[in-house]
């Protein structure tokens, strides 16, 4: 087993080095600490603590999930911190590391006075409860979505360096919230391309359609989004392979008769779709 330690920043070569193993009778290399599976207890500093006395409160919070951590005992005043650094450690062990990283958002501490009315779960029993807020609060299936896609317009602005505002379309691509923070799907790949001229948007247009189709034939990649901002538009993937997604973008390009700028960036939580994400889907 491999693990990066819960560091998104290592997620990337770990998930890279984890792929590259090489096939060996009897061993497997598995990428990340997976989910314990049971309760248990851990011990710091002299202080012992069970997952059972963690007490956990969940709701959706910008797509993904915030949690509210208490405790079902009295923590000394000298333990407070302790307890919370514990906490974190097996909340790892419990959801597992990428889960943790990737689909949690903040975490946030009962004060002291408001410990005895906290009516959390218990950790130990936490798992069936957060996989049901993703699957079925947040729309999380992790199915490929089948058929036409359906899609929402939104128009945004935001504050350029010398005080004017600028103002995007963004096409967001509502079928794929379904694959949000899927682990194979964790690269964000974009084309951009300059449209200033009617003609150049139908290129671009064409262009999108043909690549989009390519991904998603055999499930290679998603369309999340496109934006429409100072006469560029970019369309944005989350892709498997972002090597493959860019000899794919390459090949189109010619055709296109515009030049694309293409892009990758590792983005295991879809970060950039979540941003024009509604809450609930």
């Not at 998104?8 to 314990?36: H, T, Y």
């Not at 901002?229 to 390459?250: F, I, K, L, N, W």
């Not at 879809?270 to 509604?278: I, K, P, S």
Request: with cysteine.
């Amino acid at each position: 087993m491999l693990t990066a330690h819960g560091s998104k920043d290592d997620f990337e070569d770990l998930m890279a080095l984890a792929g590259s193993a090489p096939a060996l009778p009897q061993v497997e290399v598995e990428a990340f600490r997976q989910r314990a599976g049971e309760g248990f207890s851990m011990r710091m500093n002299d202080f012992e603590l069970a997952s059972s006395d963690v007490l956990v409160k969940h709701e959706p919070y910008r797509g993904l999930v915030a949690l509210e951590i208490g405790f079902a005992k009295p923590i000394p005043m000298d333990m407070q911190d302790h307890a919370r650094h514990m906490s974190f450690i097996m909340l790892d062990h419990i959801l597992g590391e990428y889960d943790f990283a990737v689909k949690i958002g903040p975490v946030d501490f009962v004060d002291g006075d408001d410990q005895a009315s906290f009516d959390g779960v218990p950790l130990d029993e936490f798992v069936p409860v957060f996989d049901a807020c993703w699957r079925d609060e947040l729309g999380r299936t992790g199915v490929f979505p089948a058929g036409e896609h359906t899609w929402s317009s939104i128009t945004a602005t935001r504050e350029a360096e010398d005080g004017s505002e600028i103002k995007a379309v963004v096409t967001r691509n509502d079928a794929a919230n379904a694959l949000v923070a899927r682990a194979d799907l964790s690269h964000r790949f974009s084309a951009a391309v300059a449209v200033d001229l009617n003609k150049e948007l139908e290129q671009a247009q064409s262009y999108e359609e043909r690549l989009t189709m390519l991904l998603q034939k055999h499930e290679e990649g998603c369309c999340t989004h496109v934006v429409l901002e100072q006469g560029v538009r970019t369309v944005s993937y989350q892709v498997a392979d972002p090597v493959a997604a860019m000899a794919h973008a390459r090949s189109l390009e010619a055709d296109a008769g515009l030049p694309v700028t293409l892009d990758a960036v590792f983005d295991p939580a879809w970060d950039a779709y979540r941003e024009w994400l509604d809450e609930p889907q």
